[in-house]
């Protein structure tokens, strides 16, 4: 057990390397040639051109006024003075309220941990019971925890009192939060200026008709059940493999830029290129021509892709997206249900344009269900299971596993260096990267289980990363041994064995989580805010790879908030303050420190970094107030067991009642707040179109969204519409009342 | 344990018991006089009106045609033979439907029985473990068990096989029968007539408003946000004294009907009656005279006490029946939320007009939630603890808790009849009130529950009353003790114990449950036929308390299906069959039996007797089908603990997959088919909105729904609408063409 001078010692360690992290930051971002690392959403926005000082050529790249380094910590205030509104226009409303959830966090946590101390710190304190045990080393933490309390104390009343404070607290400020940020999710969409998704469904499972094209299928349908109401719709074009010919011709375009101007430069050197993989081997041939040659073939190969989509039936998917003339409609379009079979014509509202994940948009249901069954068994097997590849991973990286594979790298497996590189260093490398690779593995897993938008896939992952940090590194660090032990001491276990089990182990590990919250959570934000990958990146491209201006503009990672990956660990800071605000309430501070840094540092990088990839209106927060309440409703189970061991009369009775009225309280705010975040509701659908039809009452809405919903590898391109949505311009079963003139004239307006 | 002979005995008791029944019945059924009791359905249909033979007097009471008697199992056939669709329409679809319950028992467990005799019957018998042990008394039905199998044996592979046999085909006849029920739900809905359910939608927690009365206030938020759709709503008025009031008064004038009677055929004698309870006690007075004034005075007290509901906004709760003029604007409001709080202006479909359960059509959000909190702790507590107060009362019922707590009792106590009465007899007595009052208590509960309609809340204490079931008859059974030590020793042991203990013990017991099949099922069965119950109480009505016609009509009680109480109890059989099947096949019989005589006497029964207090369109069928599946999980779960004692190898990882494809298999089947149940598709909506209007043009909607969700006590009389409602008529927010002349034209002829 480490004593209290050692954590004080590694406190110093993090902190200094923290503030080292810092200090870099603050150097590097003045920077001249940093600049687009460390604002690159000021870039984006097209705030910010270049450099800020434009004298000598050193200055482009260095930063020599001493006066703006003494003020090194100026982000700090700076990252806090833009007001909530502002942030909110500035960075969207995603990124304002993940923010809120470290604030969240201080918000629960700073007034426990003042009751903590004035209360619980003192009953542990003069417990005394640790100090009548003989042979028994502790350290001045454990003196603070609650295992200083004897056993059958009247002192434990103290505890129990706590546990319903803290869940009160909790439960008052979670419910505040919902509201306070259902109400700006409302006030969001409601304030929001007009978007295709506001007036769009997602339709899919369109079946099959042996008569029509799905196009034809979707307007038919739509005019007759929703006629004073549907507008027009747009086909989902299977282009994958255009998207690849796309992309591939850009890359030629920009190599062959890149030989241009290397040629203008110095003229008396043809470039040469090879024609094998990154012209790094293969037959050397001219590389001006070569490129041009290729790009015309892709040009060629493109266009009659392009053709076979737009022409083939079967390039069509059978899904859609709708829209309606009012978002009345749409609301109502979206929340129905169409057909009565409910497995063909699913209707959900249309995610943002840029938010829809093009790929999943054609899964028939049986298919959905099977794979999302497949799914939940491997994710099942993958949380619980997942050393036993990595194992025999490691194990084939033993010096043996590589004699045995490959004589051939005996001799240099014989030297001593590498020997104990391998030998030390290669095992947990190898669970490194499995444990980098993860959230990449998640992800993959929640694509295959269908979901139709980036902010729906983001979700998904976030809940199965949670769980497995949950069982891997809460319950993992507790427990020692591996998941699948684990389980099979859950199985084998009675159900009031386990609280007991685990919650008798919390206390012994307070000083281990002090230490993961200072290593994880202090350096590892002050990192964060530092960028280091990105940086890197950035200066490695901008000198071996970037050929033009646009290189450098793609260059520029900004970067954004990986919902899937971060909120889960920042659960994981929850779940230990709640689990350890009656054992422990010693490490409070340390986590209410993480969450003050976490909150700065995350409010500066999404006002000068950040570009989030899509806007779902923070969609997320259901899901981060029912993982809080699972941390919440863990912690009471655990010091349930906890206390049941410690002989405190009645202490179940009294500690039951707390997960059951917290579930209840999960059942109330789900149906209080919840729908906010999944429903439209058709009075604010009516205010905003009677509002629009007031202010714009000769607005062209087919117009507006004729390509809204185009697959991104159309956009920009001249769009050629396949004759069957041509024929609708002029089905009768849609009464226009807008003549040809005026639709083409707002056409070019848009 | 009982041995095979005795199997055989109880057997043949219970037939002859059933017989007796039987020929009972069809002595009874074909006297005149009990012609209202066994053919009420057709008296309440007005197609039968007086008893069939129509000669001299006796005749009217005794059938003395000896022929009839000879034929007197050819209701059987009768019962079998309406064809379902004549039958649907006979019954209604919530009957057709209920005795399908029956016959989907029939379609499961056939296949199984016959499969099972001819593979696992001749495995287990020729296993001959049983005789091997020494000293073990064993019946025949354990030999053909799988206790016969010595552990380790090869054999268990006929076991597993048929673990997923059953498993298979349970799940493919639930899902064809699903998909039939769910078509049937929506050709039902599709053909049935104009009901005013159709077009409209119950709003409740109408927020309240300080300008307008909550007529008001509901007219002008749907004219605002359903424009094009609100055709006019019926306001909810707590009108619970009133009811109470209108009884009153009927009750009076049924008893100043019968003196006057008796008075006509003797003038000599006036009648008296006496003022107190039931004319028992109090002062004698005139009978007529007395009950002419009481009617007067309660007239007088009904006409201020309705004015003052009509008048008082207080006595208008807020809720409201909303009505469309179509029924797709109907289907989309009660699909979609309406105000940005999801705790306001809550829709949904309104139930039938009968269905309504007008007490809780106002009761608030939070307090809904707490009152579900309330029940769901009292019912963990009823469930499992419900022995204790039980346990007290019997107590106090002893020998001794009579004499200490009533002494004067004593010298009765002490005659030996009384004394063995009490001590045998009374503590049994007790505990069977207890259970006949269960359905009563569960109901009460679903009730402050706050469920708005009566099929609501049938299905919801059903679900409560197969909990109650699950545990304190199947696993009170199969383990002995009260269910609170259960509740222990689940929670106390761990989780893979419990189907080891339960499942080790479920062999020993299939003898026990044999039994139960035949007594529960088999007798209780054909005395449901008998209707002994209804039968006396008719004759008694008729002898002493039928005063007038009016009263012979409402003394016949045709009774109707009562899904709470019988729908948990075939779950039971499920179970069994499930549990069983691959067991102790030599159950199955008995069920199949149970199934088919159960499937011809309620089809006999809902074509003659009973009369359905609603009309629900088959919405329990979702909770039949879950039940099933929870049935066939329980059954797994136990084969897994039952062979893990059994030293099978691998059969923990065969048998498990078992589990999570059934639950997969349920979720699929939510999806595919509930929606059929609690949506109504837009589509379909559509069309009949569209024939509707095709083939009546002009019908006046708004005269049709004028009345349609009155409070039954209004109904009947003339019901003057309140200023509001009188408003709207002319309120230019909803534009009507009608004239005020049509209208009332139209109104008289509704």
Known sequence: MASSDDILLSAVLNLLSAFAFLVAFAILRLQPFNDRVYFSKWYLKGIRASPRSSGAFVRKFVNLDCRTYIRFLNWMPAALRMPEPELIDHAGLDSAVYIRIYLLGLKIFVPIALFS??????????????????????????????????????????????????????????????????????????????????????????PPDPDESVSEHVE??????????????????????????????????????YYQTKYERNPKIKPKTKTGFWGLWGKTVDAIDYYTAEIEKLSKEEALEREKVMSDPKAIVPAAFVSFKSRWGAAV??????????????????????????????????????????MAVAFFFLTFFFMIPIAFVQSLASIDGIENKLPVLRPLIQMEVVKSFIQGVLPGIILKIFLILLP?????????????????????????????????????????GAAFEQLQRFVEEPPSEIPKTVGVAIPLKATFFITYIMVDGWAGIAAEILRLVPLVMFHLKN??????????????????????????????????????????????????????FAYMVFRHQIINVYDQ??????????????????????????????LSTKNVARSNVILIALPILTIWFHIFCKGRFESAFVKFPLQDAMVKDTLERATEPNLNL????????????????????????????????VPTKRCRGSKTQSEEGV
Not at 191 to 202: A, F, H, K
Not at 237 to 243: E, G, M, Q, T
Not at 618 to 635: E, K, N, Q, T, Y
Request: proline fraction near 5%; include cysteine.
């Open 543 to 596: 000198t071996f790879l970037v050929k033009t201006d646009q290189d450098r503009e793609q260059a520029t990672d900004p970067g954004s908030l990986n919902f899937s990956v971060s909120e889960p660990r920042i659960q994981l800071y929850f779940l230990l303050g709640l689990v350890y605000s009656v054992v422990t309430p010693v490490l409070l501070p340390f986590i209410i420190v993480f969450f003050a």
């Open 117 to 206: 101390f004035g209360v619980l710190v003192p009953v542990n304190w003069t417990g005394k019971h640790l100090e009548q045990i003989e042979d028994l080393t502790f350290s001045g933490i454990d003196k603070l925890s609650i295992s200083n309390v004897p056993s059958g104390s009247q002192r434990f009343w103290a505890h129990l009192v706590m546990a319903y404070a803290v869940t009160f607290w909790t439960c008052y400020i979670l419910y505040k939060e919902y509201h306070i940020i259902s109400t700006m999710r409302l006030q969001f969409l409601a304030s929001e200026n007009r978007r295709p998704d506001q007036l769009t469904v997602l339709v899919r499972n369109v």
């Open 613 to 642: 990839k899509y806007e779902s209106g923070a969609s997320f927060w259901p899901d981060v107030h029912r993982r809080i309440i699972v941390g919440l409703v863990i912690s009471q189970l655990l010091l349930l067991g906890l």
């Open 702 to 733: 087919k117009a507006y969204l004729k390509d809204a919903y185009v697959h991104p590898v159309f956009k920009g391109v001249e769009f050629e519409r396949p004759t069957a949505l041509d024929d609708e311009e002029n089905n009768p079963l």
């Open 333 to 374: 379009c979206a929340q129905t249900q169409q057909s009565c079979n409910p497995t063909i014509w699913l209707t959900q509202w249309a995610p943002e344009p840029r938010d829809v994940y093009w790929d999943n948009l054609s899964i028939p249901y049986v298919e959905l269900n099977v794979r999302k069954l497949l």
């Open 220 to 257: 038919h349908f739509f005019c007759v059940n929703h006629p004073d109401h549907y507008l027009t719709h747009q086909v989902v074009y299977n282009a994958n493999n255009l998207a690849k010919l796309v992309e591939k011709k850009k890359s030629y375009q920009n190599w062959l830029t």
């Open 440 to 480: 990449t593995i998640l992800m993959a897993m929640s694509k295959i289980e269908g979901y139709t938008s980036l902010s729906s896939l983001d979700r998904r992952s976030a809940t199965k990363y949670h769980f497995f940090i949950l069982v891997n590194v809460f319950l993992g660090s507790i427990i020692t």
